[in-house]
């Protein structure tokens, strides 16, 4: 949904911690098997990042999460506060407070992003100042700069979801009301663009599917999420994008950069790019590999540049794989929230197995 998700005004949309291991440190020598880096009985994870030897991971508090919003695991493997207990302080300004975390991710130039879906619980609209992009600097652990998101870009029905970058813009999915945002980064002004294109919104033919059953929301009916998994290409030409159900599409980041372009002539820019299964999140490495996460098969795949699809590991572990990191070690980092598992969709009754890992493997 990471990724992710970001379910929470997303599953409106209907089709018809406390750690107790310490993160593991890289290691070359390391075997290519699945390994604990962390878990947790408190916080429930759906986001992570790994940059300079630390880890920081984040959840939305309306899967039941008790931890802080986003975190960075201490050498004991406890999660803390990130930046600092006041930006996680429940119930605060939600200007200068995360409320519903979705998202965090790095963006090559030393500082992590945290995509604040501000919504006041599941189903519940955006509050006030509460949709927002936090960019935090991960060399001063300081808030460098807040980019709002008003009721033009996030209103009813909104759930910004996740971010990717070129340039000085960021591209940002709203998985409950569809469509892409544009965030320029120097005047911090964003748009939203292909608000309800088919490329965006979820298909009805095409369910959730976790364990051999149908993810469904509150309703009783499948679970859709519209916009939600994004990465641009590494060198910057397409943003490639979908649905959490598949399929993606692809369009040049030099189209969405144009404001003057009308909605029906964006739209005309759209392609179809790859068939992907339902997937909780994506990481895309530096010459073009695509690894997701594939919900239905327990698994890790990957996506090649010239399109070959292959399996990189198959394991009941991996129940909802949520929005994945590659850090510079050559490890993916592997977040398993059990997002069907939260009581939302278990009729108020949560089944999730704990505690809740993250793992990483080898991939390089």
């Known amino acids: ?40 009985r408190t916080m429930i994870w759906n986001g992570v990042a790994v940059e300079g030897g630390r880890v920081f991971v984040s959840g939305p508090l309306w ?9 960075v695991l201490d050498k004991a493997g406890q999660p803390q506060p990130y930046p600092d207990a006041a930006w996680n302080e429940a119930g605060r300004n939600p200007a200068q407070s995360f409320v519903n975390v979705n998202a965090i991710h790095r963006d090559g130039q030393g500082h992590l992003w ?27 652990n300081e808030v460098v700069r807040v980019y709002p998101f008003d ?13 990717r970058f070129h340039g000085r813009r ?23 663009v292909l608000d309800g294109h088919p490329s965006v919104t979820a298909p009805s033919n095409r369910p959730v599917v976790v364990d051999g059953q149908i993810v469904r929301a509150p309703d009783g009916s499948p679970l859709c999420v519209n916009a939600d998994p994004l990465e641009v290409s590494p060198d910057g030409k397409y943003l490639y994008y979908a649905p959490l159900h598949g399929p993606w599409s692809r369009i040049e980041t030099r189209w969405l950069d144009d404001a003057s372009l009308n909605p029906a002539d964006l739209a005309a820019k759209v392609e179809p790019w790859a ?7 994506t990481a895309m490495m530096a010459n073009g590999d695509l690894y997701f996460g594939d919900l239905a098969a ?27 990191d590659i850090d510079a070690d050559g490890f993916i980092w592997l977040p398993t929230p059990q997002m069907d598992r939260v009581a939302l969709f278990q009729g108020g009754t949560a089944k999730i197995e704990l505690p809740v890992r993250l793992y990483r493997l080898r991939i390089k």
């Open 151 to 163: 009721a033009r870009v996030a209103g009813p029905g909104s759930y910004v979801d996740d971010i």
């Open 170 to 192: 960021g591209y940002l999915t709203d998985a409950g009301r569809p469509g892409i945002i544009v965030l320029d980064l120097d005047s911090g002004a964003a748009r939203r």
């Open 114 to 140: 945290v995509i604040d879906a501000g919504v006041s619980g599941f189903g519940g609209p955006p509050v006030p100042s509460g949709p927002k992009a936090v960019e935090i600097d991960l060399g001063t």
């Open 1 to 40: 949904m990471k990724t992710a998700l970001f379910l929470m005004a997303a599953l409106l949309v209907s089709c018809s911690s406390t750690s107790s291991s310490t993160p593991a440190a890289s290691s070359a020598s390391e075997p290519t098997t699945l390994s604990v880096a962390a878990e947790s």
């Open 275 to 281: 068939d992907l299964p339902p997937t909780g999140g």
């Open 63 to 71: 899967t039941g999460s008790k931890g802080p919003s986003v975190a």
């Open 298 to 324: 327990n698994a890790i795949k990957r996506r090649a540049a010239d399109g070959t699809i292959t399996t990189v590991i198959q394991d009941a572990r991996l129940h909802w794989v949520d929005a994945p």
